[in-house]
């Protein structure tokens, strides 16, 4: 994983760490918020929403 600085928002708990966002050390979110939207036309599940403010992370 990269070497990086990650400012933690605490308001933001995430554990998908292909995102750029996410601070590596623990499972938050470095943005100061974020988007959640859906690509469901009728969303009745978690699994029909989506953080619209994800950037993958080039784990090369």
């Keep these: 994983m990269e070497n990086r600085q990650c400012e933690v928002n605490e308001c933001i708990k995430c554990t998908v760490d292909q995102c750029i966002h996410h601070c590596d050390e623990?499972?938050?979110c470095?943005?100061?918020?974020?988007?959640?939207?859906?690509?469901?036309?009728?969303p009745k599940m978690e699994?029909?929403?989506?953080?619209?403010s994800f950037d993958a992370?080039?784990?090369?």
């Design 26 to 28: 623990v499972d938050y």
């Design 30 to 42: 470095s943005l100061p918020s974020i988007l959640v939207g859906t690509h469901d036309s009728n």
């Design 47 to 52: 699994q029909s929403t989506d953080c619209m």
């Design 57 to 60: 992370r080039n784990l090369e």
